[in-house]
């Protein structure tokens, strides 16, 4: 993380400062804008963020409870690997409950809720090129939000996010495939087709195929960034 400049002195403020921080943090591990044993600094990230060491230290507990930083006392603070024992559970939580959602989601849908997907496609094929990752990256989620909402089910994608951290930092690697935006699009095309032609098999069985292509990335990435993982 580089340094900037900052016009007021660091507070000690908690509440929205230890927030701002592990938010703008948890963003830039998971796109891997810092990169997996990159060393971060709290003097640097205080100064960034115009806040005291104190709520970048809570900060820094906390994304390193959730696997994101590791802290080795006396030596410093760095990126933590992505974990694949991790990202492997996370592909079959994700595999088991987004293919049985789509089914629910293809026999309720309504024209309202085709709508919404349509719109999110249109959304999606607008933010393909490669210095607009972070909104395809959102719109993919936000697809995939709307299928469980449609399905009744919002909670099911809540859960999921809790879970797929690891996952996403993956997925985050693979928008840098060339291609790979144009396939992602393609694939949630196909599911919302069979949402739209309220065909819960067909559903299933594009989700499941797009959830393999996604998961299929993640050997190739952890092959040829194989500095970047641990089992």
Not at 85 to 107: G, K, N, P, W
């Amino acid at each position: 993380m580089t340094d900037s400049p900052t016009s007021s002195a660091p507070t000690d403020i908690r509440g929205p400062r230890l927030h701002g921080v592990y938010d703008a943090l948890r963003a830039a591990v998971l796109s891997g804008e810092i990169r997996p044993g990159e060393g971060i600094s709290e003097t640097r990230v205080a100064a960034r963020y115009g806040v005291s060491r104190t709520p970048v230290r809570e900060a820094f507990r906390r994304l390193a409870d959730e696997g994101f930083l590791r802290i080795v006392p006396q030596v410093g603070t760095f990126v933590a690997p992505i974990q694949l024992s991790a990202v492997s559970d996370s592909q079959f939580i994700r595999e088991t409950l987004e293919c049985r959602t789509v089914r629910l989601a293809a026999e309720r849908a309504e024209a309202a809720d085709v709508a919404s997907l349509t719109r999110l496609l249109d959304s999606h094929r607008a933010v393909m090129s490669p210095d607009r990752h972070s909104e395809f990256f959102a719109l993919d989620e936000a697809t995939h939000a709307e299928l469980a909402r449609i399905a009744g089910r919002p909670a099911v994608w809540d859960l999921l996010v809790a879970v797929k951290a690891q996952l996403d930092r993956v997925r985050f690697l693979s928008l840098h495939s060339e291609g790979w935006a144009a396939k992602i699009v393609g694939e949630h095309q196909s599911i919302v087709d069979r949402v739209a032609a309220r065909d819960p098999d067909g559903a299933e069985e594009a989700m499941r195929a797009h959830l393999r292509t996604v998961f299929a990335a993640v050997d190739e990435i952890a092959r040829t960034n194989s500095h970047f993982f641990e089992t």
